[in-house]
Every structure is written in structure tokens, then in C-alpha cells.
């Protein structure tokens, strides 16, 4: 199995998505988790996460996966593991936010709220790395190197 998770090629086209996602979700994480880029934070996310019905579990998976998830894409660490879990982050958030609001996001505000594009994208790239795994630079590939050598052992 993690032979499996680990599988990759050397696209370079993988590595160019997977720095893109994991510099894209960073800023997400860190706002939720460390309250950089104007964010709330750990304790005031954790409120209200809760407050909308989420128990504490999800919540800790969801700055995990995009504070820490983002990091280890970048590095090509897990690349399935982690573009699935931001995937699946993202989906839950397109559901309950911005489906209502129609595809388009709100950039001239006259709009209620912000539309699903940006999540449209943000899938699709998940997916692409799901599918194919981190490619060129990853250390997944390094990892999968190794354990066909007979070496790392995860």
C-alpha cells in the first residue's frame, strides 16, 4: 500500500501543480492556525468551526491539512494523502459556502457572496495529484527510490 502512495514519475507538470496547490493552501492553513495573513487564528477558528456544527476532531484535521498538508505538498511528502485531504477540505467548503452563489467568484461585488471557481480549480489539481502522485522532486519519489532498493522502510 504504500507502495502504492508513493508511485510517481517524473512530470515535471506534477511537480509544477503540486508547488501551485501547496502555495495556494498555505496562506489558508496559517491564517486558521497561526493567524498570519489577517486570520483568525487557532482558538477563534476552533470557535467558530464549532459554532457552524463541526466537531473538534474535524477541525484539527482541517488546519492540519492545510497548514501542515501545504507544507508537505510543497515538499512532495504523501502528495496523495495530502492533495486528498485538501480536496476534500475544499469540496466540504465549496458545499457549504459557495454553491448558492452561483460559479463565478465576486470580483466586482455585486454579488452576494463568492462563487465556485476557485474550488473547481482547487479540486482539479487535487485530483491530478491523487491520480498521478507528486512527480519531479518529490520525495515521494526519493522514498519510492529507496524502498525498491531495498533501503527506507516506511
Given at each position: 500500500?504504500?507502495?502504492?502512495?508513493?508511485?510517481?514519475?517524473?512530470?515535471?507538470?506534477?511537480?509544477?501543480?503540486?508547488?501551485?496547490?501547496?502555495?495556494?493552501?498555505f496562506?489558508?492553513?496559517?491564517?486558521?492556525?497561526?493567524?498570519?495573513?489577517?486570520?483568525?487564528?487557532?482558538?477563534?477558528?476552533?470557535?467558530?468551526?464549532?459554532?457552524?456544527?463541526?466537531?473538534?476532531?474535524?477541525?484539527?484535521?482541517?488546519?492540519?491539512?492545510?497548514?501542515?498538508?501545504?507544507?508537505?505538498?510543497?515538499?512532495?511528502?504523501?502528495?496523495?494523502?495530502?492533495?486528498?485531504?485538501i480536496?476534500?477540505?475544499?469540496?466540504?467548503?465549496?458545499?457549504?459556502?459557495?454553491?448558492?452563489?452561483?460559479?463565478?467568484?465576486?470580483?466586482?461585488?455585486?454579488q452576494?457572496?463568492?462563487?465556485?471557481?476557485?474550488?473547481?480549480?482547487?479540486?482539479?489539481?487535487?485530483?491530478?495529484?491523487?491520480?498521478?502522485?507528486?512527480?519531479?522532486?518529490?520525495?515521494?519519489?526519493?522514498?519510492?527510490?529507496?524502498?525498491?532498493?531495498?533501503?527506507i522502510?516506511?
Amino acid at each position: 500500500m504504500v507502495k502504492a502512495l508513493l508511485a510517481t514519475d517524473n512530470s515535471p507538470a506534477q511537480l509544477l501543480i503540486r508547488l501551485a496547490l501547496g502555495m495556494v493552501i498555505f496562506p489558508h492553513g496559517a491564517q486558521k492556525v497561526l493567524g498570519w495573513f489577517g486570520g483568525p487564528g487557532y482558538g477563534a477558528t476552533v470557535t467558530a468551526f464549532s459554532a457552524m456544527g463541526f466537531p473538534l476532531w474535524a477541525i484539527i484535521l482541517l488546519m492540519v491539512s492545510e497548514f501542515g498538508g501545504s507544507l508537505l505538498l510543497v515538499l512532495g511528502l504523501y502528495t496523495r494523502v495530502w492533495a486528498l485531504a485538501i480536496g476534500t477540505a475544499i469540496a466540504i467548503c465549496l458545499k457549504m459556502n459557495h454553491l448558492q452563489n452561483g460559479f463565478f467568484m465576486n470580483w466586482a461585488g455585486q454579488q452576494r457572496g463568492e462563487g465556485f471557481e476557485y474550488h473547481i480549480l482547487v479540486l482539479g489539481i487535487a485530483l491530478a495529484l491523487v491520480v498521478r502522485g507528486g512527480g519531479m522532486l518529490s520525495l515521494d519519489r526519493v522514498l519510492a527510490r529507496d524502498r525498491r532498493r531495498g533501503g527506507i522502510m516506511l
